[in-house]
């Protein structure tokens, strides 16, 4: 299947699924470059994903403590943390599924499966990431450390899901998601009902946007017998995933509304609305690109809701 937003087959080591002219492939110098990709330094968009629900978190205890008000440090941290964690979560995916990756057309250019980099070279890196992830991690009170720690049990089991049941989105979801519990304990030291109703809320989002994703590899995953909702959901994609990210919203505005967010953030938030029924009314997996590019519109939604939440706690 083409892609025109992919890079051109005479980019050096290029990986399938990267979008062309991004910044590791014009800019990284050539013995960092198998690395980066790796990491996907290359495909940005799961830092942001992973990111956004940290900044929500954080902005929903500014919210229910305008006192406090909205922790600018520690989102700075939790950015490199989650460029960190998503690098190491990535190369650890990609060790456990090297095998598997040379049966998929959109993952056989990865850096392992085409012999960029050894699977002890990536095992050594992703603890270089993971060392370098606790230092920041360290910087917060010792309850998110210690629910941090507890989701590298999500971290590790992930990858070998889709090989045992239908819902490997699902475990995919509740790491992803984690960044919405840390935020707000960061800030209040414990959890209560609002983050875990945006927490809760987030995972149905991360299960509906990589249903979308899983689309472009549905007929790989057939033939080797990868598991995923994609498959599950068949001729059903469009109206789960509809469902999936209308109780995402209703959660998210439950949680807002109970920190005290009234008309600012509802009015706002329509716009994330309008951005996840544009993707399930336009996804087709029949189309060159489209179910990527309708997955990449949810740093959009991850942006619409932070700027929500900050225009609610400034107002």
């Known amino acids: 299947m083409s892609d025109t937003n992919q890079l051109p087959d005479n980019t050096p080591g290029a990986v399938a699924d990267a979008q062309s002219g991004n910044l590791v492939d014009r800019h990284a110098p050539p013995w960092l470059k198998p690395y980066a990709r790796l990491a996907r330094w290359d495909r940005p968009i799961g830092i942001w994903l992973l990111f956004w629900p940290c900044i929500w978190g954080l902005a929903l205890a500014a919210v229910a403590n305008p006192g406090r008000g909205f922790d600018w440090w520690a989102g700075v941290l939790m950015f490199l943390g989650a460029a960190l964690m998503r690098g190491a979560g990535c190369t650890f995916n990609d060790i456990v599924d090297r095998d598997i990756d040379m049966q998929v057309a959109r993952t056989r250019s990865r850096p392992i499966p085409s012999g960029q980099?050894?699977?002890?070279?990536?095992?050594?890196?992703m603890i270089a990431q993971a060392l370098l992830a606790s230092v920041i991690l360290f910087q917060f009170n010792r309850f998110t450390v210690w629910a941090c720690v507890a989701s590298l049990v999500l971290v590790a089991i992930y990858p070998f899901m889709k090989r045992i049941t239908w819902w490997p989105q699902a475990f995919l979801g509740l790491a992803f998601s984690y960044g919405a519990l840390v935020g707000w304990s960061s800030q209040t030291g414990g959890l209560g009902w609002v983050p875990v109703l945006l927490y809760v809320g987030t995972i149905l989002?991360?299960?509906?946007?990589?249903?979308?994703?899983?689309?472009q590899d549905i007929e790989d995953d057939a033939l080797i017998g990868v598991k995923s909702t994609a498959r599950l959901f068949g001729n059903y994609v469009k109206p789960v995933v509809a469902g999936l990210y209308a109780g995402a919203f209703v959660l998210w505005m439950a949680a807002a509304l109970m920190v005290g967010a009234g008309l600012v953030f509802a009015v706002l938030s329509m716009v994330a609305v309008g951005l996840l029924a544009w993707q399930v009314w336009t996804i087709d997996p029949e189309q060159p690109d489209n179910p990527r590019s309708r997955f990449y519109t949810n740093h959009y939604v991850g942006v619409v809701l932070a700027l929500a939440l900050l225009a609610e706690w400034v107002w």
Not at 117 to 125: I, K, S
Not at 205 to 215: F, N, S
């Open 117 to 125: 980099v050894t699977t002890r070279e990536a095992l050594y890196f």
């Open 205 to 215: 989002w991360v299960i509906g946007y990589d249903t979308l994703y899983a689309l």
